[in-house]
């Protein structure tokens, strides 16, 4: 259970990191 709380955890800040990453990108274009 913790391990899938850690892998639900980290795919949520990769997710976000890539949506953080796509909106800059977007603001420089």
Not at 1 to 6: D, E, F, G, L, N
């Amino acid at each position: 259970m913790i391990r899938s709380a850690i892998l639900a955890l980290a795919a949520l800040v990769s997710a976000s990191s890539l949506l953080a990453y796509v909106d800059a990108a977007a603001s420089v274009v």
